[in-house]
């Protein structure tokens, strides 16, 4: 049923009177990450209406709320960008007393290096980044970045469209360190990343199980989640975490500073906590939960998914705010790409 347009402005006029904050959440977060069965439950149960925004990268994501106008109340970075925005002030102390299923988190999870006291950020989803090979078409044994990125696999490769993640990926292979990056490292893998772009069909972070579902491609360097939807769907998708080390990041939710909807957005971070709605995210996208009770909920299958829940002891780093390296690295993937 449709709302009358006379009905709303009363309803609005009101919140504007008392200073109650209108009904309304504007979300700003990863796409392929947050299913609309859970901004629709939300709606239904507080009567907030979403207004979700999408986004492909933290960078992205931090670049649209520099330049400012977006309103948001709610975004969704990974750990290296919640600690650049916690150090720049970008984003507002959570009133803990309104999260009351924070308690359904594993200490695993909490205090992470980019905040830690847990006073700006609830996990969202954690994962890692890896390499899917489709063992129909593939026979090698790939183990690492080295083994992806041969010259026989030109055109059949799928990666991440995310300049850190594909520079990370050459550091791993030179054996330089990944969270302190500086001119002299970066020129050091100048030359490996030029090599690898070349060989790459896809660049996609949005969905990259797409290119690989369709044979468009026989291997990729995805998000966990997405190798996992593939593992789903055929267990010819097999998960490899590089030998030289991988990425493992923890997105979380934080709220701007200047949020106009700060309570919708503690609401919408409580409604996700809860087991039941935690694990609709991952039946849909199939990260690891850092949601204990959600995780309770998942069938021993989705448990056993190795690109959600690897065992073993992968080598594995959460990325550091690097300062003004990034830049560095945006300017140097930019040239490469535009030379090819
Ligand atoms: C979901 C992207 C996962 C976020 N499409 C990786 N940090």
């Known amino acids: ?31 392929e990450y947050v299913p609309q069965d859970v901004l629709d439950g939300f709606t239904k149960e507080t009567g907030i209406t979403v207004n979700f925004e999408t986004y492909a990268s933290n960078e992205e994501m931090l670049s649209k709320l520099v330049a400012g106008g977006g309103n948001y ?6 750990e290296y960008a919640a600690e650049l925005m916690i150090r720049r002030n970008m984003l507002a102390k959570l009133d803990k007393a309104k999260l009351p299923n924070f308690k359904n988190l594993s200490p695993e999870f909490l205090g992470q290096v980019h905040d830690p006291k847990d006073e700006y ?4 989803m954690s994962g890692t980044v890896g390499i899917v090979v489709n063992t129909a078409v ?45 001119p002299t490292s970066l020129a050091k893998v100048r030359p490996l990343v030029s090599e690898w772009v070349k060989l790459v069909k896809v660049f996609d972070s949005g969905s990259p199980k797409t290119a690989l579902l369709n044979g468009d491609v026989d291997i990729g360097i995805v998000w966990s989640g997405e190798a996992a939807l593939l593992w789903k769907e055929d267990q010819k998708f097999k998960y490899v975490l590089p030998a030289e080390g991988a990425h493992r990041f923890i997105d979380i939710f934080a709220i701007p500073a200047d949020a106009p909807h700060k309570d919708a957005a503690h609401a919408f971070i409580n409604y996700i906590l809860k087991p039941e709605v935690s694990k609709i995210v991952s039946e849909n996208f199939p990260y690891t939960n850092p949601n204990l009770e959600a995780r309770k909920l998942l069938t021993p ?40």
């Open 73 to 78: 109340d709610l975004v969704q970075p990974s």
């Open 138 to 182: 593939v026979k090698d044994d790939i183990k690492g970045y080295k083994d992806v990125f041969q010259a026989k696999f030109k055109n059949r490769l799928v990666v991440l469209d995310d300049n850190r993640e594909i520079v990370t990926w050459a550091l791993y292979a030179s054996g330089l360190p990944v969270n302190e990056i500086n």
């Open 301 to 340: 299958e989705e448990q056993a998914n190795p690109a959600s829940y690897p065992t073993g002891s992968p080598k594995l780093e959460t990325f550091r705010d690097i300062g003004k390296a990034a830049a560095e690295i945006d300017q140097l993937m930019t040239d490469l790409k535009s030379a090819q």
């Open 1 to 31: 049923m449709k709302t009358p347009k006379k009905l709303l402005l009363a309803l609005a006029l009101l919140a504007g009177s008392t200073g109650v904050q209108a009904a309304e959440l504007n979300l700003f977060g990863w796409s």
């Open 121 to 124: 950020t609830v996990p969202y």
